[in-house]
Each structure stands twice: as structure tokens, then as C-alpha cells.
């Protein structure tokens, strides 16, 4: 981490204070103004237009082998996405995803 | 619904609340280990989960922050993530709109994914609620999940001390990340969405740590959006 203390409050201050300005929005300062339909439906992408790019290259090129692509890491990652999928469960993926890494990891040595 | 009272809407938000927990804890088990790993102090990890209480917004700071990515991509990045609740917010406002503000604010506090979802969700099924039960309702939801993110972030980071590095907890990040997008690619938007987000961030990896996952998310928005409207108008 090369975060100043300062700077790590920092973000979690202005992203506390962010956060929940966009939560108090319509609740509190907006009313019961309709949004334009434009914006509800980008709205609606924001979480699977970020997460996906953002786990994408920890997935390809993991920090804990220096960057190099790891067997291991990549069924676990294909494990969580394939059971996601199917089960349509969080908690499911992320079990069937660390349990392809531990035995992956136990298998490949 | 006879004999509905704010106290039974109050019981019926705390009952409807609790199966959310069996997902809640582990993720909030998860964050004080990741964060605790690394490197936050448990003051500071514990200042995430009480001001910003929203796990994916969450892991993407501590992600981006351990990349050394600038104060300004940290923040956008993560705020982006909180945008959808814009939408959530907007949700509540024919329900909970009347209520005085401060009873509005404090809503606005615990609007977070599953009190929204399982509010929403009671609210049409039971039009006749009064505005009071409605509010019992959403605070008796709010009453457990709020202290259980807060208090088992605060058990992880003490259990990550206790657990070996054999276990590969670096890659306990990404699993979460994929274990929330996966069962969220509901359309074929969404999943137009998901693979743009992914193919630009790869091609746009070399700019300058953070700022190619910005642009690449915003194009990826777009494309959802779009898809959508196209699907819309065959439909």
C-alpha cells in the first residue's frame, strides 16, 4: 500500500460522503421528479460495466505470481463465473470458486 | 391485511431481512481480511464499513488503492460502482417520499442493495401499508443487516492474522468480484455490458493505473444502455 494514512481517509471519507449523497438524492433533494429514461437506463449498467474490466486483469495476470497467468487461478475464476451462472447465487460461486483454487492449488502442487 | 400495525411491519422487515445474512457475513468476513491483508489498519477498515457500506465499492478502493492508482481514479472508479443506487433512492421516493426528512436521511443511510430490493419488493405487494409501516418495515430490515456488515468486517480482520498464506487469500478479491457479476447477467444487455467492460479494459491496461478501467466502464455503460433500447424496439 502506498497510501498515505491520510490519503486512505481520504478515500474512505469522500467515498462515504459520496456514497451516500447518491443514496439521499432522489430521497431527499430531488422528490418525486421522474428521471429521463436515458439515465435510468445507464444507471442500470454501472455495476457490470466496472467490476468485469476490474477483475479481468487480476484474473489474467494475478499480482501473486508476478503478474504471470496461473492455471490455478484461472479454473477457480472460470469455476465462480460457470456456478454463478448456473445457480444464479452469490455465495454458491464464491464457495465452488475457492474450492476449484484450494484444490487446484493441492492438485498442481 | 388486517391487524397490520408498524410493530408487525417492524417483525416482518426483520424476518424478511435475515435470509440476506447468509450472503452478507461472508462478504463482510471477506472485506476485513482483504483489507486487513492489504495493508488498512482495522480503524480504517472499520471506516469503510460503517461510512460507505457498500461491498462492491468497497473492494474496488481497496483493489485500486493497492495498484497505487491516483486519489481521483479511486474515487471516480469506486463511485461509479454506487451510481446504480441513484436508482435505488429514486425507488423509494413514491413509498417513502412523504416521511419527514430526517426520517428520509437516515433511509437514505441504510438504502443499501437487499434493504432496497426487499423494500421495494413488500411495498407492491402490500399497497394498503401506511407510510408509518412502511418506514417499520424498512428499519426492521435495516435492523439486522446494518450491525452484522458492520460486526463481522470486524471478526475478518481479526481472523486474518490466523490464516496461513497457503490459502491464497490474493485471490479471494477476484472470486468475490465474479461471485457478485456473475448471477447479475440477466440480459443480453447486461452481458453485452459485462464483455465490453472486460475486452476494453484488457486493450486499455497500458494507460496510466485505473484510468483504462474508467474509460472502459463508461463505454461499457453505453453499450448496455444501447443494447437495451435495441432490444427494446424488436421487442
Given at each position: 500500500m502506498t497510501f498515505t494514512t491520510a490519503e486512505i481517509w481520504a478515500v474512505i471519507v469522500l467515498l462515504g460522503l459520496g456514497t451516500y449523497l447518491i443514496r439521499f438524492s432522489f430521497l431527499g433533494l430531488i422528490g418525486d421528479r421522474p428521471m429521463p429514461p436515458f439515465v435510468l437506463k445507464l444507471l442500470r449498467y454501472t455495476p457490470v460495466a466496472v467490476l468485469p474490466g476490474m477483475v479481468a486483469p487480476l484474473v489474467l495476470w494475478p499480482g501473486a505470481t508476478g503478474g504471470e497467468p496461473d492455471l490455478a487461478r484461472g479454473l477457480a475464476a472460470l469455476a465462480a463465473f460457470g456456478i454463478g451462472l448456473a445457480t444464479r447465487s452469490t455465495i454458491w460461486a464464491m464457495l465452488g470458486g475457492a474450492g476449484m483454487l484450494y484444490a487446484a492449488l493441492f492438485a498442481l502442487g | 391485511?388486517?391487524?397490520?400495525?408498524?410493530?408487525?411491519?417492524?417483525?416482518?422487515?426483520?424476518?424478511?431481512?435475515?435470509?440476506?445474512?447468509?450472503?452478507?457475513?461472508?462478504?463482510?468476513?471477506?472485506?476485513?481480511?482483504?483489507?486487513?491483508?492489504?495493508?488498512?489498519?482495522?480503524?480504517?477498515?472499520?471506516?469503510?464499513?460503517?461510512?460507505?457500506?457498500a461491498g462492491a465499492a468497497q473492494f474496488t478502493a481497496v483493489s485500486l488503492m493497492q495498484e497505487g492508482a491516483p486519489l481521483f481514479v479511486v474515487l471516480s472508479t469506486a463511485l461509479a460502482v454506487n451510481l446504480r443506487m441513484a436508482m435505488y433512492s429514486a425507488a423509494l421516493v413514491p413509498h417513502l417520499g412523504a416521511a419527514p426528512l430526517w426520517q428520509?436521511?437516515?433511509?437514505?443511510?441504510?438504502?443499501?442493495?437487499?434493504?432496497?430490493?426487499?423494500?421495494?419488493?413488500?411495498?407492491?405487494?402490500?399497497?394498503?401499508?401506511?407510510?408509518?409501516?412502511?418506514?417499520?418495515?424498512?428499519?426492521?430490515?435495516?435492523?439486522?443487516?446494518?450491525?452484522?456488515?458492520?460486526?463481522?468486517?470486524?471478526?475478518?480482520?481479526?481472523?486474518?492474522?490466523?490464516?496461513?498464506?497457503?490459502?491464497?487469500?490474493?485471490?479471494?478479491?477476484?472470486?468475490?468480484?465474479?461471485?457478485?457479476?456473475?448471477?447479475?447477467?440477466?440480459?443480453?444487455?447486461?452481458?453485452?455490458?459485462?464483455?465490453?467492460?472486460?475486452?476494453?479494459?484488457?486493450?486499455?491496461?497500458?494507460?496510466?493505473?485505473?484510468?483504462?478501467?474508467?474509460?472502459?466502464?463508461?463505454?461499457a455503460m453505453a453499450v448496455g444502455a444501447a443494447v437495451e433500447t435495441v432490444t427494446e424496439r424488436r421487442a
Open positions: - | 391485511m388486517t391487524g397490520s400495525t408498524p410493530k408487525s411491519a417492524y417483525r416482518r422487515g426483520l424476518r424478511d431481512g435475515a435470509p440476506f445474512l447468509i450472503v452478507l457475513v461472508p462478504f463482510a468476513l471477506l472485506f476485513g481480511v482483504v483489507a486487513t491483508e492489504a495493508g488498512l489498519t482495522p480503524g480504517q477498515t472499520m471506516g469503510f464499513n460503517v461510512l460507505v457500506i428520509r436521511a437516515v433511509v437514505a443511510y441504510m438504502n443499501v442493495d437487499q434493504t432496497y430490493a426487499c423494500s421495494v419488493v413488500e411495498y407492491e405487494r402490500r399497497p394498503d401499508m401506511t407510510l408509518a409501516e412502511k418506514l417499520a418495515f424498512f428499519f426492521g430490515l435495516a435492523t439486522l443487516i446494518l450491525p452484522f456488515w458492520i460486526g463481522f468486517a470486524w471478526v475478518g480482520i481479526y481472523a486474518a492474522a490466523a490464516i496461513p498464506p497457503a490459502f491464497a487469500l490474493d485471490f479471494a478479491m477476484p472470486i468475490a468480484f465474479i461471485a457478485i457479476i456473475a448471477p447479475s447477467l440477466k440480459s443480453l444487455a447486461h452481458v453485452a455490458a459485462a464483455l465490453t467492460s472486460v475486452v476494453a479494459a484488457l486493450l486499455l491496461a497500458w494507460l496510466p493505473s485505473g484510468l483504462g478501467l474508467l474509460l472502459a466502464a463508461g463505454c
